[in-house]
């Protein structure tokens, strides 16, 4: 392997923000937050959605919106067609 050409191949704490549950895997990604899990740190990764929050692996439906952009649909188009109750 050429050397220098590689990115930095390490261990990186995940963080789903809905839930704040927590995972180390290996990844390339950059970030400039650090965290300490189980006694280590660890470069931190925060998402929104994860398996532990995702409605296909919980089986509870639930509107993950960090942006207001829910509301925002809402009070342009009303709940017209909406499948979800609002507050839901």
């Known amino acids: 392997m050429?050397?220098?050409i590689h990115p930095n191949y390490r261990e990186v704490l995940f963080q789903d923000m809905s839930n704040d549950f927590k995972f180390v895997t290996r990844s390339t990604i950059q970030t400039r937050d650090t965290a300490t899990f189980e006694g280590k740190e660890?470069?931190?990764v925060?998402?929104?959605v994860s398996a532990e929050s995702h409605p296909f692996y919980t089986?509870?439906?639930k509107i993950v919106d960090t942006a207001g952009r829910v509301e925002k649909f809402r009070q342009k188009f009303g709940t017209r067609g909406s499948k979800?109750?609002?507050g839901g």
Do not use: Q, V
């Open 84 to 86: 979800t109750s609002i």
């Open 59 to 61: 089986g509870t439906h």
């Open 46 to 48: 925060k998402i929104e």
């Open 2 to 4: 050429k050397e220098g």
């Open 42 to 44: 660890y470069p931190l």
